[in-house]
């Protein structure tokens, strides 16, 4: 009993020290081609320039940190890795393919791209989902519709390393390949340890979720659960990923959707629970030039401080969502519309918690001098005081270099506050809703040449999926990976036509059916 209660102890010694480092998030990093930063110091805010010359691009994917005392010291772009003075530290050079890289000069458009999260004084991992050469060579610039991701890099950085000058000591370490994922919506959450950390990635298309745990010597997964609904459709630049606050619950959506999905989060377990489709109204778009257009895609999500609203950000309008509120007729609050005129509307994108407990609203267009604020997320209604253009940054810098500029979303960043569960845990293995049920599906179906098999498998269990003729002869065989969940069986030289599957899992037939072919 006694070593027990010494392990607690040393537990809630050690998550007090991780809570009182608490000003990761002081400074944000954001804008194109001229970058600003913005530092929080209480109910004042001030912004300045960042760079005015190098033309970075502090995207939708971007993200940045400052160390435990709120001095800035790393800037992703999501492509590179940039200090406090806006120079590369050392080895902080492509942190993506190579294919990506030379094609989309600086950044990629794509949301929460990177992350950045600390595990102790000067050790952090950099997070970069992205594509590879040869899935961008075949399907990117074709014709196919199949534009993905289908790789996820960590980057380990030691700030003591270079001198004090810090540098990026293991660079793309692969956390999942040749799995089909979501261009945006990557987000993460303390462990209840107080100091590893959770990392959800959203897969593509269907609502599957892809979990890691970080820790400070080892990564963890992946570990799989997945949803039916609801179904996200694959065409996506913007989409958001969120927890709350105090990491109780998750929530995503992605452009195209309209519904949101939330659910409560288990931050020792890991495990996914109690979720929920909330199907999202669609106003009017604020067109001026056509009173029946309606506002359909939604952008960003975003979780008040006490974690009772649920914020949607559309492309042209804030929407609350009461999660306490069962009455249909009041548990949706209109509160913000557009934040200029029509004409110079630039449309908006992610919304994220500042460290004044402040809703900020980023811009997708990127040519705004400030961005949109909601004041008071925590009361219900218009009372929460939506802010139009009420973060300012400085004027533009011009030069015969830099043409025009100006801010788009804040970083991707977790909570960096928030400390260990009460009590504690420890990492172990992860409950992420495996149960000993087998579940697949196969689509789409017809398709011209690829077919998705999507499946759930405990670890012990092999999966082996056949794909034969109307006579019976094998075309092709694919092992199924109980860890990854879902993988793609390409039929593009075989005629079109009938074919038929047969699922195995440790070598006993488990369900047969028919896909079409269709070239």
């Known amino acids: 009993m006694k070593k027990y209660l010494i392990i607690i102890i040393t537990l809630l010694l050690y998550s007090s020290r991780v809570i009182s480092q608490n000003d990761y998030d002081k400074v944000w990093v954001n804008g194109i081609p001229i970058s600003f930063k913005t530092t929080f110091n209480g109910n004042n805010i001030v912004n300045q320039y960042f760079d005015t010359v190098k033309n970075l691009q502090f995207n939708n994917g971007h993200s940045n940190i400052c160390d435990a005392n709120g001095n800035l010291i790393l800037a992703c772009t999501s492509f590179d890795l940039f200090n406090a003075q806006a120079n590369l530290i050392q080895n902080g050079d492509m942190l993506v393919p190579d294919t990506i890289y030379q094609t989309y000069s600086g950044s990629i458009i794509a949301s929460q791209a990177s992350i950045i999260l600390p595990v102790s004084a000067s050790k952090y991992y950099l997070i970069t989902p992205t594509v590879s050469d040869s899935e961008y060579n075949a399907n990117w610039n074709g014709s196919s519709g199949r534009i993905l991701f289908d790789l996820m890099y960590c980057h380990t950085i030691d700030m003591s390393a270079n001198n004090g000058l810090g540098a990026v000591v293991r660079k793309k370490q692969v956390l999942i390949e040749h799995v089909e994922l979501g261009k945006t919506r990557m987000t993460a959450c303390r462990h209840g340890d107080g100091n590893s950390w959770w990392l959800l990635k959203q897969g593509y298309d269907s609502n599957i979720v892809y979990k890691f745990i970080l820790t400070l010597d080892t990564i963890y997964g992946p570990y799989i659960q997945r949803f039916t609904q609801p179904y996200f459709t694959k065409f996506e630049n913007t989409g958001q990923a969120a927890f709350s606050k105090d990491g109780t619950q998750y929530a995503t959506s992605n452009t195209k959707a309209q519904k949101a999905f939330v659910s409560n989060f288990d931050r020792c377990s890991g495990n996914l629970f109690n979720p929920r489709v909330i199907d999202v109204p669609n106003p009017w778009s604020n067109n001026p030039f056509d009173s029946s257009e309606l506002d359909i895609s939604i952008s960003g999500v975003s979780f008040s401080p006490n974690g009772r609203f649920l914020y949607i950000v559309k492309q042209c309008n804030i929407m609350q969502f009461d999660l306490q509120d069962t009455n249909p007729n009041t548990q949706w609050s209109l509160v913000g519309g557009i934040d200029t005129s029509w004409n110079n509307f630039q449309w908006y994108c992610l919304s994220y918690l500042g460290p004044d407990d402040k809703l900020y609203i980023g811009n997708w267009n990127g040519f705004s001098p400030g961005m949109s604020v909601i004041n008071n997320p925590d009361v219900k209604g218009i009372g929460c005081n939506f802010c139009p253009k009420c973060l300012h940054f400085p004027k533009y810098h011009f030069s015969s270099t830099l043409i025009g500029g100006g801010v788009k979303t804040p970083p991707n960043m977790p909570n960096y506050k928030l400390g260990a569960t009460n009590p504690p845990c420890v990492v172990g293995v992860p409950e992420v809703g495996q149960g000993k049920k087998v579940e697949y599906s196969v689509l789409p179906n017809p398709s011209i040449s690829k077919f998705m098999i999507k499946y759930m498998l405990d670890e012990n269990e092999k999966g082996i999926f056949q794909v034969v003729d109307i006579y019976g002869q094998l075309i092709t065989?694919?092992?199924?990976?109980?860890?990854?969940?879902?993988?793609?069986?390409?039929?593009?030289?075989?005629?079109?036509?009938?074919?038929?599957?047969?699922?195995?899992?440790?070598?006993?037939?488990k369900a047969t059916g028919k896909i079409v072919l269709t070239h």
């Open 477 to 509: 065989e694919a092992t199924l990976n109980p860890y990854l969940g879902a993988q793609t069986i390409d039929l593009k030289n075989n005629p079109s036509g009938v074919y038929y599957y047969r699922f195995f899992v440790n070598g006993i037939q």
